[in-house]
């Protein structure tokens, strides 16, 4: 009889832990931080007035530890929210679980969140997608989930920024190299396919095997070619980082062909 009373003790306990980790899972996601609302529309029409930028946060609450700890580190932090809203019209979606029964949330609005998910291409939480005032994306920022306030403004920072500084100058350069390795690629697979080799004599293949240097060769002067440019491209400070790290792109693929020549 004790054992059958402890053992329903330790049900009971078991659905009480059970209740109150639900209660307080729902009462996280009710809470809305300070200096953001819930509603993209809403925002649009006060970024129209303000001239501001639109910053939306999209967040798991009730299942995403990485949401709850950016929530925790950064947008509880009242100094952090206030820069931010000198910048930005804030935004906080909360995406909960599909079957969560959340008094604070109606389904209307959890299909309202799970269409702006589907409309920005949310798949990472948490995630920050900024717009300009016509609502068009400018930005999109994935934090790792344990992000200073500073760690985090510098990230958006470089998203607005930097990025466009990096499409402007270095992009250019970006595809022109892919679009280099991808016709030297095709034209070597094209010509020298398994199946054409097997027709072959010694004499021909000798030929194509010659014909392949000199395609190589063409390709690696303009590699070349476009590494001199880059080096030549004046780049703002900010975007030095980047161009250090294409130019060493190019030269791995160069020293790479230069080994097979």
């Known amino acids: 009889v004790c054992n059958e009373r402890v053992g329903l003790t330790k ?140 760690g985090l403004a510098k990230a958006i920072r470089q998203e607005l920024v930097v990025a466009p500084l990096v499409r402007r100058h270095l992009k250019p350069f970006s595809v022109e190299m892919d679009e280099m390795m991808k016709n030297w690629t095709t034209m070597l697979s094209t010509q020298a396919s398994a199946e054409v080799v097997a027709k072959l004599d010694e004499a021909g293949q000798k030929e194509l095997f010659d014909k392949m240097r000199e395609m190589t060769s063409n390709h690696l002067a303009s590699l070349k070619a476009l590494r001199k440019k880059l080096v030549a491209e004046h780049v703002p400070e900010d975007v030095a980082q980047k161009k250090a790290q294409l130019l060493a792109k190019i030269d791995w693929v160069i020293t790479g062909i230069e080994s097979s020549l």
Not at 86 to 111: G, H, P
Not at 114 to 143: E, H, S
């Open 11 to 150: 049900v009971k306990a078991l659905l009480y832990v059970s209740i109150i980790v639900t209660i307080a899972a729902s009462l996280w996601a009710n809470s809305l931080p300070d200096g953001f609302i819930n509603n993209v529309d809403t925002a649009l029409s006060m970024s129209s007035k303000s001239g501001k930028n639109i910053l939306i946060v999209f967040c798991g609450s009730d299942w995403s530890a990485r949401s709850r700890c950016l929530v925790d580190s950064c947008l509880s932090k009242g100094f952090f929210v206030e820069s931010l809203s000198n910048n930005f019209e804030l935004v906080y979606i909360d995406v909960l679980l599909e079957d969560a029964e959340n008094i604070a949330m109606s389904k209307r609005e959890k299909e309202i969140n799970l269409d702006l998910v589907r409309k920005y291409g949310i798949v990472d939480y948490p995630a920050l997608v900024l717009l300009n005032q016509d609502g068009a994306v400018i930005g999109k920022v994935i934090p790792a989930g344990k992000e200073t306030p500073e």
